[in-house]
Nanobody, 135 residues
Framework: QVQLVESGGGLVRSGGSLTLSCVAS????????VGWFRQVPGKEREGISC????????????WYAESFQGRLAISRNDAENTVYLQMDNLKPEDTGIYYC????????????????????????WGNGTSVTVSS
């Protein structure tokens, strides 16, 4: 069964940290770019970070949304079919449902796709993990 499963969300105080995980099963995640997205009720889904695959390269391209600059670190462990998102210095406005998604996208294309909320271009989506940041 092909699926992505997020975990690592929870309730944290302002200034705290969380590490989200995105585990793939049923397909080889190393072939895919992976994005992280946040959904807040009443607002459009927004892309917050993405990481390219490492096909033909020893380094992955990474991108972060400006509102999260300096507070996020995305990484991947293809041996574990997993992508991680470390989130530091969390703020109450970071509260939301966080989703990961995988797409067969080049490093160049994945950034505008992620910035646009991942519409129409991602092949697989997880069901999300909830992050709540209290003040």
């Amino acid at each position: 069964q092909v699926q992505l499963v997020e975990s690592g969300g929870g309730l944290v105080r302002s200034g705290g940290s969380l590490t989200l995980s995105c585990v793939a099963s049923g397909f080889h995640l190393d072939l895919y770019a992976v994005g992280w997205f946040r959904q807040v009720p009443g607002k459009e889904r927004e892309g917050i970070s993405c990481i390219s695959n490492m096909i033909g390269s020893t380094d992955a391209t990474k991108w972060y949304a400006e509102s999260f600059q300096g507070r996020l670190a995305i990484s991947r462990n293809d041996a574990e079919n997993t992508v991680y998102l470390q989130m530091d210095n969390l703020k109450p406005e970071d509260t939301g449902i966080y989703y990961c998604a995988a797409g067969r996208l080049s490093a160049t294309i994945m950034i505008p796709v992620t910035m646009g909320g991942g519409k129409y271009a991602m092949d697989y989506w997880g069901n999300g993990t909830s992050v709540t940041v209290s003040s």
